[in-house]
């Protein structure tokens, strides 16, 4: 890539692949971004694939994804595909959306979820952190074994829901809510959708499609009715316009020049919903895999909440998680080594030449964001879990550290707008579990494995809380 030969994709390498159905066969499996990562020990770090014909190209190159990633919403989108699928069901929002719609839904989506508005979202954190300290204490005295990736799911989607539209759900204590159920089909009928090479719910629909298309009507239903009731209570209570309570009413209260339909209203509601929920829990999740096997990280997360926060069972204090330097470390390190998006699937607007590489208008390239955060260029002991790495002043124990390749959040204008609400979320937890438990991994780290669909999480992870005494 370095010298001037322009190269076209026809002449990139390409793992090997079936006849007719190039790689689809090897691609069609739960762990796709695990097939991606063989490919790109097999072909190199830029490399096409083709699934029956239709060619893709694959990046596993950091600066090169980051010039496509910055290159947005002009020259590259999300794959059409990710709008056509979403739109479809019903969903138009701001991940989805292109171009200058885009550029309209970006700005209040950004200011509804600034750390200012996550500040006042804060006590939702609290509460629902307190209410899944006080389960899992439970557990520990019974020493039940608990499915963290299930607890913690139903965690985020309780500070999810309410964080998103005052929803009160209490999932953590109660499982088998119908809402949840129906929230529960959406991501892997998206996946589904989405890598399907035809469409083929368009001309029969399958059980799943009706269960999804009930799923989807009883989600609107419930948003659309709190729409209503929050701009009713808006107009009620003017004091809501400098304090919202929620994204929701943030979201009406800097609808200004955006000027959403309801239609667009419930597109973000329900992006918030799809986007904040698998993605925290899924990272949470990764960390206990890692705390669990690693007890001296534990001591030192606890040494930085007792110092902290002393007595208190957890960080109640919003700017007290920027002194929770440690914690912050533990979910770094775990997104560099787990991101749950390892993958961003991108397609080209226009015709461009990016480091010698002519890419036509219309290619599709999938970046394979995963491999550089855990190469020997850009981090040293890249397989190690070391949360001291991301320590500036512990930093220079390590010889390489480029932070700049992490691409758990994305990168450009489109970065992950829910970063600080995630981060805030993950480092408060964190904090407190290792303050008040230890974990003991009740399967072979071996036997937990990461699983694909659409984010990437831990399947059978299986973990017994011990409390501290
Ligand atoms: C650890 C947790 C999270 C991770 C790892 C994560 C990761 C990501 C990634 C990789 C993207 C794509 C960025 C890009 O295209 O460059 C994204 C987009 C997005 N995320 Fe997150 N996310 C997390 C939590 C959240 C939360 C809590 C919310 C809100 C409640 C959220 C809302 C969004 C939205 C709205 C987008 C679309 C942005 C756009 O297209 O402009 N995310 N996220």
Redesign the pocket.
């Known amino acids: 890539m370095l010298d001037n030969k322009i190269i076209k994709i026809k002449d990139l390498k390409s793992p090997k692949g079936a006849f007719l159905l190039g790689h689809l066969p090897q691609f069609n499996t739960y762990n796709k971004h695990q097939v991606l990562e063989r490919w790109v020990e097999e072909s190199g770090d830029l490399f096409k694939i083709n699934f029956v014909g239709k060619e893709f190209v694959v990046s596993a190159n950091p600066d090169f994804n980051n010039k496509m990633?910055r290159m947005r919403p002009e020259t590259f989108k999300?794959f059409s595909k990710i709008e056509e699928v979403l739109k479809e069901m019903g969903v138009d929002?701001?991940?989805n959306a292109e171009g200058t719609t885009?550029k309209r839904h970006?700005k209040p989506?950004a200011e509804a979820?600034s750390v200012k508005h996550v500040k006042a979202f804060y006590p939702i954190i609290l509460d629902k952190t307190k209410t899944i300290l006080e389960k899992f204490k439970k557990y520990a005295e019974v020493e039940h074994v608990v499915d963290v990736q299930k607890e913690f799911m139903a965690f985020t989607i309780d500070i999810?829901t309410e964080?998103?539209f005052g929803y009160k759900l209490d999932t953590i204590n109660n499982s088998s809510n119908d809402f949840q159920k129906h929230l529960e089909v959406i991501f892997p009928m998206i996946n589904k959708r989405v890598t399907a090479p035809f469409p083929i719910w368009r001309y029969f629909k399958s059980k799943k499609d009706m269960v999804l298309d009930n799923s989807l009507k009883s989600i609107e239903n419930v948003i659309y009715d709190v729409i209503n009731k929050a701009k009713r209570r808006i107009e009620k209570q003017p004091k809501l316009k400098e304090q919202p309570s929620n994204?929701l009413e943030a979201l009406l209260v800097e609808n200004g020049e955006a000027n959403f339909s309801d239609e667009e209203i419930y597109g973000n509601v329900f992006?918030?919903l799809l986007?904040?929920e698998d993605?925290?829990s899924n990272?949470l999740s990764w960390a206990i895999f890692y705390l669990a096997q690693h007890p001296e990280i534990v001591n030192k997360v606890r040494e930085e909440a007792i110092e902290v926060y002393k007595n208190e069972v957890l960080s109640s204090v919003y700017d007290d998680i920027e002194l929770l330097k440690y914690a912050n470390a533990v979910a770094q390190e775990t997104?560099r080594l787990k991101?749950?998006?390892p993958q961003?699937y991108l397609e080209s607007n226009e015709h461009i030449i990016i480091e010698n590489v002519s890419i036509p208008k219309g290619t599709s390239i999938i970046l394979q964001n995963k491999v550089a955060q855990t190469q020997e260029n850009y981090f040293s002991n890249p397989n190690t879990f070391t949360p001291e790495r991301w320590l500036l002043n512990e930093c220079p124990m390590h010889e390489k550290h480029s932070p700049n390749v992490m691409?758990?959040?994305?990168?450009?204008a489109?970065?992950?707008?829910?970063?600080h609400?995630?981060k805030s979320?993950?480092i408060v937890l964190i904090s407190a579990l290792c303050k008040h438990f230890n974990f003991k991994l009740e399967v072979k780290p071996e036997e937990i494995k990461e699983r694909f669909e659409f984010t990437m999480y831990p399947e059978n992870l299986k973990v017994t809380f011990k409390a501290v005494e």
């Open positions: 990633l999300r929002g701001v991940f885009w970006r989506i979820l999810t964080v998103a994204f992006t918030m986007a904040g993605t925290t990272t997104m991101p749950t998006t961003l691409r758990a959040f994305g990168g450009g489109r970065y992950c707008p829910g970063m609400l995630a979320e993950m």
